[in-house]
């Protein structure tokens, strides 16, 4: 086991990602204590029946008090707010992350309610599955997956470091990288391609009824595969898309582009041109292989696109 990187780590929603880290760092010896929180009483016993951390809180000022460094695990609408409600009983140095899939929205709204004292490391690891909850907890989940950490400017090396350091321990690959270029990098990696599934699969629900049936009996695996990232939790991707509408905006007009193209290539019979974009396509997922980054759908194993990341704090 490796010595502990924290005393006390404290999980604000102890889902998939929260719940996840929770099973790495105490298998690894990484904290000596481990804290989590959950607002509702059901999700609380949840927690603690499955021995994901050494202690449940049912308030926030007791979670946090002690804690060295809180981990947000809750949808980044809601980190001002649980921001506001836990700095009063933050301890001066306590270090603040999160696993959002938005930066730099998140890395403001943290900003405006913590103290000076309180650094902030935005974090991002870049895995998961569709599944939520305690339950959906895995050991080894970011083994071999990238992090991305977003400090702020200001942000102590000491703080950096240590956040990185836990991450690596885990098995992460980490990567730090200015906010503003993580929101654009993940709007095209990750969140324009769930507003795809979303509305493929929505336009699915659409069709007349004996239509819609043959559609679900015969899905071949592409339509699968859009049906499993749809699924992933609601409330966390309508905060995604909000907090990070203008980078999403930008990559959804350049693919209404490309697709214009496509539609034109397809309705004038211009096969060469649709071999030469399938062919560049092609190359673009040979290297994700060969990078080690092409990832399964079997939740054993989870694929690199940061799927449904935790238990929202609005409901847990």
């Known amino acids: 086991m490796s010595a502990p990187i924290f005393d006390t780590i404290s999980f604000i929603g102890v889902g998939l990602i929260g719940g996840s880290m929770a099973r790495d760092i105490k298998a690894a010896g990484l904290a000596r204590h481990l804290v989590g929180y959950a607002r509702r009483q059901e999700t609380r016993d949840e927690i603690e029946a499955l021995g994901l951390v050494d202690q449940v809180a049912s308030e926030l000022a007791d979670a946090v008090r002690e804690a060295d460094l809180v981990v947000l695990c809750v949808p980044v609408g809601a980190m001002g707010q649980v921001a506001a409600d836990m700095a009063p009983h933050l301890k001066p140095g306590a270090i603040i992350t999160d696993v959002g899939s938005v930066k730099r929205q998140v890395l403001v ?4 309610s913590l103290s000076a004292a309180n650094p902030i490391v935005g974090g991002h690891p ?43 321990a885990m098995g992460s690959n980490v990567e730090v990288m200015d906010a503003d270029h993580h929101d654009k990098v993940l709007a095209i990696t990750s ?38 990232i749809a699924a992933s939790d609601p ?26 193209a496509l539609q034109r290539s397809i309705r004038y019979g ?14 673009v997922r040979r290297s994700i292989q060969d990078a080690g980054q092409a990832g399964t759908f079997d939740a054993r194993e989870p694929e690199a696109m940061p799927l449904s990341l935790l238990a929202p704090y609005a409901s847990d």
């Open 109 to 112: 709204d943290l900003r405006q």
């Open 126 to 168: 870049l895995a998961g599955t569709e599944h939520s909850g305690p339950s959906a907890a895995l050991t080894g989940l970011f083994r071999q997956r990238w992090c991305v950490l977003t400090p702020e400017a200001d942000t102590s090396i000491l703080a950096l470091e240590k956040v990185r350091a836990l991450w690596e």
């Open 191 to 228: 969140h324009l391609p769930h507003l795809i599934a979303y509305c493929i699969v929505h336009t699915a629900t659409g069709l007349e009824a004996q239509t819609q049936e043959e559609v679900i009996k015969f899905s071949a695996s592409g339509f699968r595969d859009f049906t499993r």
């Open 235 to 260: 409330v966390m991707w309508r905060d995604i898309f909000l907090n990070n509408k203008d980078a999403v905006l930008e990559m959804l007009q350049r693919f209404s582009e490309d697709l214009t």
């Open 270 to 283: 211009e096969g060469e041109s649709l071999q030469q974009v399938f062919t560049e396509t092609r190359a």
